[in-house]
Each structure stands twice: as C-alpha cells, then as structure tokens.
C-alpha cells in the first residue's frame, strides 16, 4: 500500500520514521552520503519500546516548540501529535484486548453503524466466518453481510481475502473484514478484483476512527478558549 502521497510503501513510510526517532533519541546517526549507523549508545541498547519511544520524542517535540515558537501554533501542533497518540494508545487497546471482548466491540459497532440481527456464529471450520447480519439501506433494501475480525498487529494477505470470498459466495451479499492491524497491497487489490464479488475492509486506522465517530470508548473534549476584549473596556 503506498501512502505519503502514494511516493512511499507503507513499509519505507514506517522505517524513515523509525529512523527519525532512534535518530532523535541519539540511537542511531546518518552521514552526509546518507550511510546510517549506530551510536555508542545505541550498540549499548539491546531492546527499543518503539511506541514508548515514539511518545516520548514526541513530547519533547512539543514542549520545544512551546518554547521558542508562538503559543497559539505551537499548541495546534501539540495537538496533532497528541491525535497521533490518542490513535496509537487506542490501537494498542484494541490489540490487548480478550478475545470474547474484541467479538463484543465489533457486534457493537457493527449494531451503531445500522446493522441489524448481528449474530456470531462461533463455528469452526466455516472459512473464516464469524458472524452474520443484516444492514438496512434507506429504511427499505436489506442486504445480508457476513464478517470475519482479526486482532492482529500485522498485515492481512490475499489468501485471506481469497478463502473468505469463498466462505461468502452463497450466502451473503456482501462480505466484511475488520482487522486491528493492516492489508497488504495484494489483499486490498484481491478484495476489489474485477469479476469477483467486491469485499469491504477496515483496517485498524479506519477502525479506530469509527470508535471515534461512534464515541465508543473515545471521548472528545472542547477547549475553552477565552479573550478579553481590551477595546470594550476602554470604550466603557
């Protein structure tokens, strides 16, 4: 999947970050010729938390910018990249959480986006179903979907997409996959491949804005923002 303007893959989009931040914690150190290599201090690390320190760099980010920068821009910034780690923190959630639970969520968002009759089939052996329901288009077409849920950290492939488009034929009308990680390029291209039924996925990044929208487990909070108007009180 390309991302950055479609210039990058996802994966050399992750890893130029990955670099800036080992970087900003003075881990790792690049040359003029653009040769990467590590620190003294980082041959010493052993193990990184890349979510912990991704945090961190950036808050020292911010707290640098409120420091030499003007306040109003400086606090815009700070709060786009505390969305950053509001959508990180909700994603490692989602990954954590018990399975039972995780099957819950998805009933539930799938019930608050107008489904109705949600059901789980808990059944093995079914090519991947894991439930059934019905959405209602306009108070008037119904249409059956089926769904399968995946908590993972990585990303989903083809074969994935391939083997429940098989379990869906027959028996739904449309098919969904929700998935706490990724899909490759290959998988969003199969779920969409001409003559065959088209698939819906949503992947973690879209997952965790639908809690969002639904304001399910997420809570969005409005900041005062108050000025004294100088020229009313001069003009009393």
Same mark, same amino acid.
């Given at each position: 999947?390309?991302?950055?303007?479609?210039?990058?893959?996802?994966?050399?989009?992750?890893?130029?970050?990955?670099?800036?931040?080992?970087?900003?914690?003075?881990?790792?150190?690049? @040359?003029?010729?653009?040769?990467? @290599?590590?620190?003294?201090?980082?041959?010493?690390?052993?193990?990184?938390?890349?979510?912990?320190?991704?945090?961190?760099?950036?808050?020292?980010?911010?707290?640098?910018?409120?420091?030499?920068?003007? #306040?109003?821009?400086?606090?815009? *910034?700070?709060?786009?990249?505390? *969305?950053?780690?509001?959508?990180?923190?909700?994603? *490692?959630?989602?990954?954590?959480? +018990? #399975?039972?639970?995780?099957?819950?969520?998805?009933?539930?968002?799938?019930?608050?986006? =107008?489904?109705?009759?949600?059901?789980?089939?808990?059944?093995?052996?079914?090519?991947?179903?894991?439930?059934?329901?019905?959405?209602?288009?306009? =108070?008037?077409?119904? &249409?059956?979907?089926? &769904?399968?849920?995946?908590?993972?950290?990585?990303?989903?492939?083809?074969?994935?997409?391939? +083997?429940?488009?098989?379990?869906?034929?027959?028996?739904?009308?449309?098919?969904?996959?929700?998935?706490?990680?990724? &899909?490759?390029?290959?998988?969003?291209? *199969?779920?969409?491949?001409?003559?065959?039924?088209?698939? +819906?996925?949503? +992947?973690?990044?879209?997952?965790?804005?639908?809690?969002?929208?639904?304001?399910?487990?997420?809570?969005?909070?409005?900041?005062?923002?108050?000025?004294?108007?100088?020229?009313?009180?001069? @003009?009393?």
């Amino acid at each position: 999947m390309l991302v950055a303007n479609d210039s990058q893959t996802e994966l050399e989009y992750r890893a130029a970050w990955a670099r800036t931040y080992l970087k900003n914690a003075g881990l790792v150190e690049n @040359s003029d010729r653009g040769v990467w @290599s590590l620190t003294p201090a980082g041959a010493k690390t052993k193990k990184v938390d890349g979510r912990a320190l991704a945090r961190q760099i950036q808050k020292r980010l911010r707290e640098a910018r409120l420091a030499r920068e003007d #306040p109003e821009v400086a606090v815009a *910034e700070g709060s786009a990249l505390e *969305e950053r780690d509001w959508r990180e923190h909700l994603l *490692e959630v989602l990954q954590g959480m +018990d #399975p039972v639970a995780f099957e819950r969520l998805c009933q539930r968002v799938l019930r608050e986006s =107008g489904f109705i009759e949600v059901e789980v089939t808990r059944r093995s052996g079914d090519g991947g179903i894991d439930g059934h329901g019905i959405i209602r288009v306009g =108070g008037l077409i119904s &249409f059956n979907v089926i &769904f399968q849920r995946k908590r993972y950290t990585g990303n989903i492939g083809p074969e994935t997409v391939r +083997d429940f488009r098989g379990a869906m034929i027959g028996r739904a009308d449309k098919g969904l996959i929700i998935t706490t990680g990724g &899909f490759t390029r290959d998988a969003r291209r *199969e779920a969409t491949r001409d003559g065959a039924p088209p698939l +819906d996925l949503i +992947d973690g990044q879209l997952l965790v804005e639908k809690l969002k929208e639904l304001r399910l487990g997420v809570e969005t909070k409005q900041v005062e923002k108050v000025e004294v108007n100088d020229e009313w009180f001069r @003009s009393i």
